[in-house]
């Protein structure tokens, strides 16, 4: 029986994928190797150091850790010069919606996100009461596709894993719920999130019946 719905943030609740993506290539373009949108597929919903590290075996490069760590902070310094100016109508289409229903359907609610900019995005959206749990990057210490991140918000809401929904747009993401033993709701591509119990284009396609019969089918 279902008794929590985890979400993701970059890609599930808002749309800054495309900003990682954007602050990346610029990155790759500085190296001088072209970074395409597939293998952006690799980053997401991994951490900002894991990301670096995915970048810089796609562009085949090497470089000492002190680079890294400036790159990294480079990297962050372009995202945030992107989301700076983010408000709450970037939320996406259901997204809020579907969060709300999930309180209505009596189901706790935590954001599961590798991000370390989580609060500031959280405020600027304006959507931090939502969550029950806000589980970051700041408070976890293994990326997904390591279930860790999902695990520490069943903890902290006190339900088994296997009563707890995932709503992920990442490769990753999906395996670290499965790993977890928890219904992966995949929110994009279904060639890209093929592990996933079920897939959507999005948040606003789903509805608290269409989740139930998915953990229903998942259990028979
Ligand atoms: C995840 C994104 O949510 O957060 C990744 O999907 C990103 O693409 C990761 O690398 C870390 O984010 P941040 O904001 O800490 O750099
Ligand atoms: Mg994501």
Redesign the pocket.
């Known amino acids: 029986n279902l008794k929590a719905c985890l979400f993701?943030?970059?890609?599930v609740i808002v749309d800054t994928?495309k900003y990682?993506y954007i602050a990346w290539r610029q990155i790759a373009e500085e190296l001088g190797f072209e970074f395409t949108e597939r293998h952006n597929e690799r980053?997401?919903?991994?951490?900002?150091q894991r990301?670096l590290e995915i970048l810089l075996e796609i562009g085949g490069i090497t470089l000492p850790a002190e680079e890294m760590a400036k790159l990294a902070e480079r990297k962050?310094n372009l995202?945030l010069e992107l989301i700076r100016r983010m408000t709450p109508e970037e939320i996406l289409p259901g997204a809020q919606e579907f969060l709300k229903a999930c309180w209505a359907a009596g189901y706790k609610t935590a954001l599961a996100?590798?991000?370390?900019?989580a609060a500031l995005i959280l405020e600027l959206l304006q959507i931090g009461s939502l969550f029950d749990v806000v589980m970051d990057?700041n408070k976890v210490s293994r990326t997904k596709p390591d279930p860790e991140v999902f695990l520490n918000c069943a903890r902290d809401l006190r339900v088994p894993p296997a009563a707890c929904a995932v709503f992920e747009d990442?490769e990753a993401g999906i395996e670290a719920a499965v790993s977890a033993n928890m219904l992966a709701i995949g929110i994009g591509d279904p060639a890209i999130l093929h592990h996933a119990d079920l897939v959507v284009p999005g948040l606003a396609s789903l509805s608290i019946e269409i989740l139930r019969q998915a953990a229903n089918k998942k259990i028979s």
Do not use: E, F, P
Request: aromatic share 4%.
């Open positions: 993701d943030l970059d890609g994928a990682h980053l997401k919903g991994v951490s900002r990301s962050n995202y996100t590798a991000s370390r900019n990057g990442a």
